[in-house]
């Protein structure tokens, strides 16, 4: 599925119900941290939601409610169009505290319902009650879908077991080019299970961009690092990446990845300075 934004066409994945959401969406780690008022990230924001960008991704914890106050006004007088995700602190998911910081959200982002909640890392809570939290909250409007975040492959058999966890509609984890181990195990039992990806730090928080092989390519190609890097993971299924920019240069960077098709000889570049896993190793967080 395709829809022309902003010049350039933008993508979608269904979730496992079949409601598409974007393949490139917009983080907010970092934003609302600082004392100036932030209209610069929301203005960035604006920006990447017309470029056709519309799904962001905010956290309770991110700036303790300040990210999800910026993208309030983000959202403001256009949230109809906008997929919005936010997180529960895992030491506030039990059945009511997950309730009670869901309504916390909602009310930092001004609006009456969440796309997405999820659980961002597991806790000591036992996933039982977060899950019979987040039926909760759909029966009452105020969450669409539910799914986790950090979730390995052992995490999701488990999560898959418990009543109701078979209605996850997503698992947001670290994916990058430098960071390739859940190729082995958690991204085919995701394909396998129609769970969306969301690939979390996706230019590992810029660090991705310094790396020589990536640089070559992407001067050869024409493009910039962050689009050759951004590119790749938006190839792979099924996989949605959530880069976060402040600045609006990056903002318009980052979408035109999506006009950057990586042919067969790229992308066996790519394996050769990148290398897929060859054994499980422990799932990566940042
Ligand atoms: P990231 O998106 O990999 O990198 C963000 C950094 O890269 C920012 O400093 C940004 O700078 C810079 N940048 C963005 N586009 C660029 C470009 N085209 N060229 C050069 N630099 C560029 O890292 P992230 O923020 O950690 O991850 C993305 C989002 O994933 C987060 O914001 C958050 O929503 C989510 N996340 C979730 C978890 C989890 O546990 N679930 C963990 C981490 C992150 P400017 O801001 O100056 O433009």
């Known amino acids: ?69 910026l993208a309030g006004k983000a959202i403001a007088g256009r949230r109809d169009g906008v997929f919005l995700v936010s997180k529960v602190y895992p030491h506030n998911a039990t059945r009511a505290g997950t309730i009670a910081a869901c309504e916390r959200s909602l009310k930092r982002l001004g609006t009456d319902r969440l796309d997405l909640y999820l659980l961002h890392w597991r806790g000591e809570v036992p996933l039982d009650e977060t899950l019979d939290a987040f039926a909760a909250l759909r029966r009452s409007g105020k969450i669409r879908h539910y799914g986790v975040s950090n979730f390995a ?43 969306p990806v969301m690939a979390y730090s996706p230019i590992e928080q810029g660090r991705l961009l310094r790396r020589r092989a990536l640089g070559d390519l992407a001067r050869r190609r024409g493009a ?50 990148f290398p897929p896993p060859h054994r499980a190793r422990p799932l990566e967080m940042l």
């Open 153 to 195: 492959v052992a995490d999701m058999v488990e999560l898959w077991s418990r009543p109701g966890g078979d209605g996850t509609a997503a698992n947001q984890v670290l994916y990058n080019l430098g960071r390739r181990g859940i190729e082995w195990d958690l991204l085919p039992w995701c394909r396998e299970h129609r769970v």
């Open 224 to 273: 910039t690092p962050a689009q050759l890097a951004l590119a790749w993971l938006l190839a792979r299924d099924p996989v949605v990446a959530i880069p976060k920019a402040g600045r609006p240069e990056h903002v318009r960077e980052n979408c035109a990845a999506l006009d950057l098709a990586l042919t067969g000889p790229e992308l066996a570049e790519l394996d050769r300075a």
């Open 1 to 69: 599925m395709q829809e022309f934004a902003g010049g350039v066409a933008m993508r979608y994945r269904p979730l496992p119900d079949g409601e598409p959401i974007p393949v490139l969406g917009l983080g907010t780690w970092g934003m609302g941290e600082a004392r100036s008022s932030g209209d610069d990230m929301v203005a960035a924001l604006r920006l990447g939601l017309d470029l056709g960008m519309t799904l962001i991704d905010t956290a309770e914890m991110y700036g303790e409610g300040g990210a999800e106050q």
